[in-house]
C-alpha cells in the first residue's frame, strides 16, 4: 500500500518546476502519482524484489548458529516465535511469531536464493538507497548488482539524500563503499556463497568494488575517476541508456562543475544514452558550468533535463549553445528560474536545430537581469514542437 509511504519528494516538486506534490497528510498520495507518471513508465514492467519473496518462509524467527540441532528441529515452531534462540540466547535478526517452518535451498518451495535467475532476465536493475548506503552493503544487493553488471545496466537512486560522513568522502575522493569482502549477511552461508561469485567474475573483487564506487559517484554528478573502470564494468556503464545525476548534496562547495568532471571523457563514455537528467539546484557557489558543454557529445540523447535553479553565481549558459547538435531530442527541460545573474540567454538560439523536439519546458523565472528574449523566436521553427511551456 504505498499511500502508507512516508513523503519523499518523488516528483522534483519546486517552485520552479510548475509541479505539484503528490502527498496529502505527510504522506505519498499514489493514485495520484500514478496519473502524473508518463505513459512510457507506465508500460514497462517492474519486478520488486521486496515484494517478490515470502520471507516468513525463507528467515524470519531463524538462528542459522542452532535450526540443524536436534532441540530445535524436534519442536521448530517455539523456536522460531522466540524473540531470542531458545538454544545460544542470541537476539533474532528478524524475529517473528508466525513460527511458519522454513523451506530450504534446492526445494522447490525456496525462493530467497533464486533472485539471480530474475535479475538475468531484467533489462536494468534499479538499487534505491538511503542516506548511509546500509542497503548496497547488504549481501543479497551485492548478489543482484553482479548479476546485472554481467548482462544489464545498474542504475542508483537516492530516496533521502546523503548523510555528511559520505557527503566528506565524496568531496575528499574517497571511496563510499569499503570492499565486497566486508558486505553483511544475516545467514553467513549465504554470504560465503555470494562472495564466491563475485570472486569468480572477470576481474573479481577489484573490479566489482570499482565499478560500484565509480557509478555511485556518477550518480552524484562526479567524474573524477571513471576511467577506472574496466572490463564488464566498463561494459556496463557504457549500456546505460539512461543516467540521472544528483549534485544537490555539494552545496556550499563547488564553483566549477570541472571540480566534478575535470574533462569530457564522462561524456564520450555514455554515448549510448538516450536519456539525461543532471540536477544542479541550490548550489550557490556555483559560478561555472562549462563542463556541460560535453552534452553535445550525447547525439543519441531523446530526453534531457538540466536544472539550474536557485544558482545565483552563474553569469552565462553560454555552455548550453552545445544543445543545438542534439538533433535526436524530442524532450527538453531546462529550470534557470532564481538564476538571478544571468545577463543573456543568446545561446539558447539553438534550439531550432532540435528539429525532432516534441516538448520544451524552460523556466527564466526570477531571472532579472535578462533583457532580452529574442534568442527564443527561433522556436517558431520546430515543425514538431507540440507542447511549450514557458515561465518568464
Known amino acids: 500500500d504505498a499511500t502508507g509511504w512516508q513523503r519523499t519528494d518523488l516528483t522534483g516538486f519546486n517552485r520552479f518546476s510548475g509541479g505539484y506534490p503528490l502527498y496529502k497528510d505527510g504522506k505519498l498520495d499514489a493514485g495520484r502519482l500514478l496519473e502524473d507518471l508518463e505513459p512510457e513508465i507506465l508500460d514497462k514492467t517492474y519486478w520488486l524484489c521486496v515484494f517478490a519473496v515470502n520471507e516468513h518462509a525463507a528467515i524470519c524467527g531463524d538462528c542459522w548458529t542452532c535450526n540443524q540441532k536436534a532441540e530445535w528441529t524436534a ?17 533474532k535478526f528478524n524475529p517473528c511469531k508466525c513460527g511458519m517452518k522454513k523451506t530450504m535451498p534446492g526445494e522447490d518451495a525456496h525462493e530467497i536464493d533464486l533472485f539471480h535467475f530474475v535479475v538475468e532476465l531484467v533489462d536494468a536493475l534499479v538499487v534505491s538507497l538511503d542516506p548511509t548506503l546500509f542497503a548496497i552493503r547488504r549481501v ?10 554481467m548482462a544489464g545496466t545498474v542504475y542508483f537512486r537516492l530516496a533521502e539524500g ?3 560522513e559520505l557527503v566528506d568522502k565524496l568531496w575528499n575522493d574517497i571511496d563510499l563503499l569499503e570492499t565486497v569482502e566486508k558486505c553483511e549477511a544475516t ?8 562472495l564466491k561469485d563475485i570472486r569468480a567474475m572477470n576481474g573479481g573483487v577489484k573490479a566489482y568494488d570499482t565499478f560500484v564506487n565509480r557509478l ?14 574496466e572490463g564488464v564494468g ?3 556503464i557504457r549500456r546505460m541508456q539512461t543516467l540521472e545525476m544528483d549534485l544537490t548534496w555539494a552545496a556550499g562547495k563547488i564553483t566549477s562543475l570541472h571540480e566534478l568532471m575535470p574533462d569530457d571523457k564522462m561524456f564520450s563514455t555514455l554515448d549510448q544514452l538516450t536519456s539525461f537528467k543532471i540536477d544542479c539546484s541550490e548550489l550557490e557557489r556555483l559560478a561555472d558550468i562549462d563542463a556541460l558543454r560535453g552534452i553535445g557529445a550525447l547525439v543519441r540523447l531523446q530526453k534531457l533535463s538540466i536544472i539550474l535553479e536557485d544558482c545565483q553565481q552563474i553569469t552565462s549558459i553560454n555552455a548550453l549553445a552545445c544543445l543545438g547538435k542534439l538533433t535526436s531530442l524530442q524532450q527538453l527541460t531546462l529550470i534557470l528560474g532564481g538564476c538571478t545573474e544571468i545577463t543573456s540567454i543568446d545561446a539558447l538560439a539553438c534550439l531550432d536545430q532540435l528539429t525532432s523536439l516534441q516538448q520544451l519546458t524552460l523556466n527564466l523565472a526570477y531571472c532579472e537581469q535578462i533583457t532580452s528574449i529574442d ?4 522556436l517558431g521553427q520546430l515543425e514538431l514542437l507540440q507542447q511549450l511551456t514557458l515561465n518568464l
Do not use: F, M
Open 234 to 236: 566498463l561494459e556496463a
Open 75 to 91: 519442536a521448530p515452531e517455539a523456536h522460531l516465535r522466540a524473540d531470542s534462540c531458545l538454544i545460544c540466547g542470541t537476539p
Open 375 to 378: 534568442a527564443l523566436a527561433c
Open 162 to 164: 546523503l548523510a555528511a
Open 140 to 149: 543479497w544487493c551485492v548478489a543482484e548488482i553482479g548479476k546485472a553488471l
Open 216 to 229: 555511485l559517484e556518477l550518480s552524484l554528478g562526479i567524474a573524477r575517476k571513471l576511467h577506472e573502470v
Open 187 to 194: 545467514n553467513p552461508a549465504d554470504r560465503d556463497a555470494i
